[in-house]
């Protein structure tokens, strides 16, 4: 083959991943402007179920692990993705229709085992193909991009669905089914990934860097938790803030990810996976500890600086885990373990931070210094601690 040919083949299955990711970010992002509507005011549940409406798919998504783990022959990219595809659409169709929340919850629940898979496999796309010494930086822009599609679909969601919630399901069913016919008609570009594993089918499970990586994944969306859930409610409650204040500040931060992402990831090739991920989690810890300073200054002079720092932070936690801790060639179970220790870890982060505000007694304006204070301090040194493993597993290597 020539070295154009093998260029060409190189960079394709980069834009077609980063195409499906971005693709696939859209539904699930949809439906949260519009979750009230679909849960609360459609079955008359409480917002504690209807926050279970997020969470369940996590089910699924460990579900699908699972039977990867169990499945000792290869599978095509191809044929996943388009299993994935008709699940999730077929389960948002069926969403539309459920004439009870058990039956919803049911529906959710498939669905998140189809969505791990629809954002697998171009992540796994993007990190198979094209040169070594790029992979942080293909990676970087792959987050770039899903990022850039979560804000999408949260605007979509509140727009289209303010007529009417359904709309959303129907929409997202739609961009399902156009990630299905995409993934069959480029079903040769899709399972170049296969080819990169089979030179390396000793990799099919995780190594122990990458299952530091699944560590680094789940604390790096335990904190997001937080940020998005946990921060808004302590803010209104105990700080009597302004919701245009707040909606800035949060915007600041995702456009600061979406923006930094791509560089982050090209930094990481060229000076270390290990110095990024430093660098990303010191300003993610300072900033989170930066909040603390609202028991002295105005929030409208902290909140925004604060989580502008945390999404530059942010920017590089992704990218640089990539790079350090896991295989460009690895298999899909990797990958899915990677997503799905995310999922947990936010989960994880949303109930922890309901349990302390029900269970502690203490003014929302002091349990918000504590909280984030805290939060920074255990994530820099748990996230050094991972850290030293990583380097330890390296000096072994070398």
């Not at 980069?14 to 849960?39: E, F, K, Q």
């Not at 009417?164 to 069959?184: K, Q």
């Not at 502690?360 to 909280?371: A, D, K, W």
Request: glycine share 10%; charged share 10%; aromatic share 6%.
């Amino acid at each position: 083959m020539s070295q154009s040919k093998q260029a060409s083949r190189a960079k394709h299955p980069v834009a077609l991943g980063c195409t499906l990711l971005g693709l696939a970010a859209i539904p699930d992002a949809m439906i949260v402007p519009v979750l009230h509507d679909l849960s609360v005011d459609r079955f008359s549940v409480s917002e504690g179920a209807a926050h279970g409406f997020m969470a369940v798919n996590i089910i699924g998504a460990l579900a699908v692990i699972a039977i990867l783990a169990l499945i000792n022959k290869r599978i095509k990219a191809s044929t996943v993705i388009t299993i994935a595809a008709l699940t999730s659409a077929a389960m948002l169709v069926a969403m539309v229709f459920a004439t009870s929340w058990s039956m919803m919850l049911c529906f959710r629940l498939v669905e998140g085992g189809a969505d791990l898979m629809l954002s697998v496999i171009p992540i796994r796309m993007v990190a198979a193909s094209g040169r070594r010494d790029r992979y942080g930086g293909r990676m970087g822009f792959a987050f770039t991009i899903m990022f850039l599609s979560l804000g999408a679909g949260v605007a979509l969601g509140a727009v289209l669905g303010s007529d009417s919630p359904s709309n959303v399901l129907w929409i997202g069913a739609t961009i399902s089914a156009i990630i299905l016919i995409t993934s069959l008609i480029c079903r040769e570009t899709v399972d170049i990934v296969n080819e990169h594993s089979e030179k390396h089918r000793p990799g099919v499970r995780l190594v122990a860097k990458e299952w530091i990586g699944t560590g680094f994944s789940a604390l790096d969306r335990l904190i997001s938790a937080l940020i998005s859930v946990t921060l808004p409610l302590l803010l209104v409650s105990g700080y009597g803030i302004e919701r245009s204040t707040l909606g800035i500040g949060m915007a600041c931060m995702f456009v600061a990810i979406a923006l930094f992402a791509a560089p982050a990831g090209f930094l990481a090739d060229r000076t270390g996976g290990m110095k990024v991920r430093i660098m990303a989690v010191c300003t993610c810890g300072i900033a989170l500890m930066g909040l603390g300073l609202m028991e002295w200054f105005p929030p409208e002079w902290v909140l925004a600086p604060c989580l502008l720092l945390n999404g530059i932070g942010s920017a590089g936690l992704m990218p640089s885990s990539f790079s350090l801790c896991v295989r460009r060639e690895a298999s899909t179970l990797v990958f899915s373990t990677m997503q799905a220790a995310g999922q947990c870890g936010y989960a994880l982060g949303v109930v922890g931070g309901g349990i302390l505000l029900a269970t502690v007694s203490l003014p929302p304006e002091t349990m918000f210094v504590r909280i984030f204070v805290m939060a920074g301090l255990i994530y820099l040194a748990l996230n050094l601690l991972l850290l030293m493993g990583v380097k330890a597993i390296q000096r072994t290597l070398v």
